[in-house]
């Protein structure tokens, strides 16, 4: 039990819908994370938000749009996805404002058909 | 600008055998080293981290890694494998003033009984 919670677990979905994903973390942190892992490829940070601000959008495409209301909650939410889209989406929380170790949730298989 | 380099992509040992993965950074200052474990269809845990001070860290499940500045490495060892450490194994690096962790591509662990 990490701390981290993401919900949901697996999602399927076309190419025209929207939904979106939820993080939620216990740890008190300040800084979250998204993350795709797609097979094959390295790791690649999408977004970053510390104290609730963006501080790091890496040239995601808009079709994904990130949103963080507080220091415990992170969304992303999803429209118009093509099939190269599909992976599996993770988030993660640290303290933020360093390279502290980040605590990852279990993520969301997402599969765009 | 940071990276990490895994050589190995999948690594391949009988259970009760000793093992050593391999990580190279780069970074031009003290870097911040992590490694961390990831299971089929699950998030990322942390295993240990190295931030300064001694040189050998203890991390969980057996684990321990060695950092060695002058070969740039930080190597992931364990005495004796266990069959439920087969996984894919990340190692990271940050650095002063970012929150960002670059991830090396993993290590696929397998294990034969």
């Known amino acids: 039990e990490t701390g981290v919670t993401q919900t949901p677990r697996h999602l399927v979905m076309g190419m025209t819908n929207k939904k979106s994903l939820k993080c939620e973390q216990h740890?008190?942190?300040?800084?979250m994370y998204w993350y795709k892992q797609s097979a094959k490829k390295p790791l690649e940070l999408m977004f970053v938000?510390?104290?609730?601000?963006?501080?790091e959008n890496n040239s995601v495409p808009s079709r994904f749009s990130p949103e963080c209301p507080n220091s415990s909650h992170l969304f992303l939410h999803l429209h118009t996805l093509q099939p190269e889209d599909s992976a599996l989406y993770l988030c993660?929380?640290?303290?933020?404002?360093?390279?502290?170790?980040?605590?990852f949730g279990p993520g969301t298989r997402l599969t765009v058909t | 600008a940071q990276s990490v380099t895994q050589p190995d992509i999948h690594i391949t040992v009988s259970e009760g055998a000793s093992l050593e993965l391999r990580c190279n950074y780069s970074?031009?200052?003290?870097?911040?080293l992590f490694w961390y474990v990831q299971s089929p269809g699950q998030g990322l845990q942390l295993l240990l981290k190295?931030?300064?001070?001694?040189?050998l860290v203890q991390g969980i499940k057996g684990f321990e890694a060695e950092f060695k500045r002058s070969q740039s490495s930080f190597n992931l060892r364990k005495p004796s494998v266990h069959w439920s450490d087969a996984a894919e194994y990340f190692c990271?690096?940050?650095?002063?003033?970012?929150?960002?962790?670059?991830f090396g591509t993993g290590t696929r662990l397998q294990v034969f009984p």
């Open positions: 740890l008190g942190h300040n800084a």
């Open positions: 970074y031009g200052a003290t870097p911040y």
């Open positions: 190295y931030f300064s001070g001694d040189t």
């Open positions: 938000y510390n104290f609730k601000e963006q501080t």
């Open positions: 993660a929380s640290s303290r933020g404002g360093e390279p502290y170790e980040q605590y």
């Open positions: 990271a690096v940050g650095g002063d003033n970012t929150d960002k962790l670059i």
